[in-house]
């Protein structure tokens, strides 16, 4: 597999921000109707501290 991919029951991914190693054993898409409703809001630290990760 390259950069991403399902082989049997191997799923392998890329830019995943996770410990190399560990099993993950809950993946699932994220469903818009699933998310929270209405707005969502964050402590400002929280936003500081993710301004420069992507």
Avoid at 15 to 29: H, N
Wanted: proline share 11%; no cysteine; net charge negative.
């Amino acid at each position: 597999m390259g950069t991403g991919g399902v082989g049997g029951l191997s799923l392998e991914v890329s830019g995943l921000d996770a410990v190399d190693g560990p099993p993950v054993l809950d993946i699932k898409p994220f469903v818009a109707e699933f998310g929270p409703r209405g707005p969502v809001a964050q402590p400002g630290w929280a936003t500081e501290l993710m301004r420069g990760y992507w």
